[in-house]
């Protein structure tokens, strides 16, 4: 599913790439926006014109700019123009999965330096749905904007322009014409630029905008919208229903049915995006997805729902957002950009079971952290039903480390294992099945390595009983952690870093954007280490407690029957942090790192 965010966002996060095509991206530090007027006039008939013209200057030394629009098959470029520029047109897409239909308007527009140059784009938005909402960025320093929505008399009533995340150089207004036409307005002064920074929230999320509702009036109409594009009625074809019969074969419950069904879907149609026109929202046939074996999320969402059908399950459809891409909800933004996925649901009498056809290494019964507490849109005939997704699986997302250790020499050598479960069952699999046969081991080493550098392992396997297990585990049974014991006189001194994994610092340096990490965990580390004979302890590290907004847990030592024990757990509690949080948050990593390299300290007797 799709809407004119998904445009304006690829249009702000790709500008460098796109333009490295055919020319250099601009100096973003010498290239300033001394003026942006951009004016969208919705018509009588629902259509919107837009005509953006920019004025652009170097203030250092020479440059070229990449001044760029996107369009496609419902949103038209009428004007391109800029000074002793050309404009080209060409086809985009986001990936080798997908295909959108956009296109991309450039210009190589030469700048010199002092010397002001005005860019020019005028474009129709023929569909008005995809009309959702205005980004208020752009990755160029703003001396001054001003961005208008004009709303005519007959329709001022019914569309609304609310504007979120506006920064403190920023003005809204809405104001009433003469003819009752209705204005709403955005003045900016000195607006900063709008850069990508590593693990910030998504635009869609925190940049300023402003969202445009009113092209239907409320969550009823919207759903008619939807069930326009779909069949009611499951597909019953000869193919599905054998289908169907195969899969579930063996089962004894309604539960292990739609497991079966939802394991089958995801390990057996490819994923490939077809998003373009009504395709964006139109789902592809059930035995059309099963014949050609692949699919988008809305076509393996109707086949799962269609296979639900003839197993004697009542499928639906559903439409949803996922949580690092859409804040809205149905019944309060009754608008395309409410949602951006498509999955299927078993209502059964007593729950509904939620089937994501796209999770390909989903344990069977699993929710993604990503359609947790969102708001769903089930079908129900002509009605439907909205409900949130329970907040279940946090346990699942769990990475269990057990080791044990002996000291040899200046190593430490033993066995080890990662036991993982929900996200980190997902993404080892994913890893482990995308890449090249000849890298897998490669992969298995250094997963199990982490973070120590110096290590040698030897019969490092990858454990899964099936692709919709709850666990896959990754083991060896003899790894040796180089220079992790060092001697000084009699003592050894031993790292045996309990805490195996990365919890995210961030650089802050000119950072401008807050942090958020979409998921979620539990870590947890048994370790074990046997006490060299004619040696005791002389000391073990305290036992520590981890107590932050952002992640909570433990690191125990106890010595027992010859060994040390140590456990330790880490669970994420908040995943996200403002800009002036991000010291705070690395502060908590630090403690937690600091804690983990805390020495074993033996001597000899």
């Not at 300023?208 to 008619?224: A, C, M, N, R």
């Not at 059908?309 to 608008?335: C, K, M, N």
């Not at 990490?517 to 981890?546: K, R, W």
Request: hydrophobic share 35%; with cysteine.
């Amino acid at each position: 599913m799709k809407s004119v965010s998904s445009y304006a966002l690829a249009l702000i996060a790709t500008v460098a790439l796109v333009c490295g095509l055919h020319c250099r991206a601009a100096d973003k530090d010498n290239v300033h926006i001394l003026d942006e007027r951009i004016s969208y006039t919705v018509q009588p008939s629902g259509k919107v014109k837009m005509v953006d013209q920019t004025t652009y200057v170097a203030t250092r030394a020479d440059d070229r700019l990449p001044a760029i629009s996107m369009f496609n098959e419902d949103i038209s470029i009428d004007k391109a123009s800029a000074p002793g520029a050309k404009p080209y047109y060409r086809s985009w897409e986001p990936g080798d999965m997908f295909y959108t239909g956009s296109r991309i308007c450039f210009m190589d527009v030469p700048l010199r330096k002092d010397k002001p140059a005005k860019v020019t784009f005028e474009q129709t938005y023929n569909v008005p749905e995809q009309f959702c909402n205005v980004y208020l960025k752009a990755p160029y320093f703003t001396d001054k904007s001003l961005i208008t929505i004009e709303i005519p008399p007959v329709l001022a009533e019914r569309y609304k322009v609310t504007p979120v995340n506006l920064d403190s150089c920023m003005t809204f207004k809405r104001t009433v014409g003469k003819n009752g036409s209705v204005v709403y307005s955005v003045e900016s002064v000195g607006r900063e630029a709008f850069r990508y920074e590593e693990d910030a929230p998504s635009a869609a999320l925190d940049a300023p905008q402003l969202i445009v509702t009113g092209f239907f009036k409320d969550t009823d109409e919207l759903y008619s919208f939807f069930r326009k594009y779909f069949e009611p009625a499951p597909d019953s074809s000869e193919s599905i229903a054998a289908l169907a019969a195969d899969i579930t074969a063996g089962c004894s419950s309604d539960i292990e049915k739609i497991d079966s069904i939802a394991s089958w879907v995801r390990q057996n149609i490819r994923y490939v995006a077809v998003e373009h026109g009504e395709y964006g929202i139109r789902p592809e046939a059930a035995h059309t997805v099963l014949e050609r074996r692949y699919g988008d999320c809305k076509g393996s969402a109707n086949l799962i729902k269609a296979l639900l059908h003839s197993s004697g399950i009542d499928g639906r459809l559903v439409w949803i957002g996922t949580a690092a891409e859409v804040s809205t909800r149905w019944d309060s933004v009754p608008s395309l950009m409410s949602g951006n996925h498509q999955i299927a649901a078993a209502v059964l009498p007593d729950t509904i079971i939620y089937a994501d056809g796209t999770a390909t290494w989903s344990p069977a019964g699993y929710v993604s952290q990503s359609l947790r507490r969102q708001q769903a849109m089930i079908e129900d005939g002509d009605s439907y039903m909205l409900r949130m997704v329970p907040d279940v699986g946090r346990d699942a997302d769990t990475d269990t480390l057990t080791a044990h250790f002996a000291i040899d020499g200046s190593d430490l050598h033993g066995s080890i294992a990662h036991d993982m479960g929900g996200m980190f069952k997902i993404s080892a699999l994913g890893s482990y099945n995308d890449v090249d046969q000849s890298n897998r081991q490669q992969l298995l080493r250094y997963i199990i390595s982490y973070p120590k550098k110096n290590v040698s392992c030897h019969d490092v396997r990858l454990e899964a009983p099936g692709p919709a297990s709850q666990r896959c585990r990754i083991i060896s049974d003899s790894i040796s952690e180089h220079g992790a014991v060092y001697r000084a006189g009699d003592k050894l001194i031993v790292d045996l870093r309990p805490v195996r994994r990365n919890l995210g610092l961030i650089k802050t340096e000119k950072r401008k954007r807050g942090m958020v990490n979409p998921f979620a965990f539990t870590y947890v580390a048994h370790i074990i280490l046997d006490i060299p004979e004619g040696c005791e302890v002389e000391s073990m590290p305290a036992d520590q407690t981890f107590d932050s907004p952002w992640f909570g847990g433990f690191i125990t030592y106890r010595q027992k029957d010859g060994r040390i024990e140590c456990d330790a757990e880490v669970s994420t509690r908040r995943n996200n942090a403002a800009v002036s949080e991000l010291e705070a948050r690395n502060a908590a990593i630090k403690a937690i790192t600091r804690a983990s390299e805390s020495k074993i300290i033996l001597k000899r007797i």
